[in-house]
């Protein structure tokens, strides 16, 4: 199957979320044969590389999804920190009217709502995606939603249901004490019925939560979802190539 052509798509807002998160949302006439109801899927940003016409590709999660006034538009939510890659500090320094080539998008990474109740563990990174979730559970989901911010200020207010309690963890050092998710998470009660688990997060973290959840009786393939997003110290080409090799 061809992967469909890069959309040019343009900027229409810039919202500060939190201290550390910046949301950049996208329209355009790229828009129109964007597909439907993308919320959780992911796309790639083709950024400007200076001095080379080989753009630097960058992955990131589609938090929202909508008609508006204007047409078709997309939310982009970006980590911000001090060490800014390409793609933070593209969005960092664009301004509305600014245009970018976006690829995409990929599956989106919905979980089972047949469930009994489901657990959402993740960093900054996944929060669009756990967000998304959160958002199309049934009424009476339950269960828990484990999430690492930067900085208490970076805490947001999710829209879930009310018998989904929600942890948040503060790390002011991403990337470093990759059992800070876990140690969370063997706190928690493990409840009655079949679980769904959606996992994302830096790559360390990550081992150690794959680690804890694969030999479980009540997990298997089809209702364990667990992936790396980034790991501390790697440019996504290196990280890519390392989840590559974990899967051999």
Known sequence: MNRPAPRELTLLYKQQLSPHMLRLTLGGKGMGDFPTDQASAYVKLMLPRPGSDHPV????????????????????????????????SWAMASQPGDSILVGGPGPTK?????????????DMTALPAISANLERLPEDAQGHVVIEVIDADDIQTLKAPVNMELHWLVNPHPGMYDSLLLDKVQQLSWLKGRPSVWCA????SMRALRD?????????????????????????????????????
């Open 201 to 204: 997060c830096e790559f360390s």
């Open 57 to 88: 590709v960058r992955t990131y999660t589609v938090r929202a999804d909508r008609e508006s006034n204007k047409g078709r538009e997309i939310d982009i939510d970006f980590v911000i920190h001090k060490d800014a890659g390409p793609a933070s």
């Open 212 to 248: 804890h959840f694969r030999p479980h009786p009540d997990l298997t393939r089809d209702n364990l979802y667990i992936s790396s997003y980034w790991k501390l110290g790697m440019k996504e080409e290196e990280h890519k190539a390392i989840k590559q090799a974990e899967a051999c």
């Open 110 to 122: 919905m979980v089972d709502h047949s469930a009994d109740w489901f657990l959402f563990v993740g």
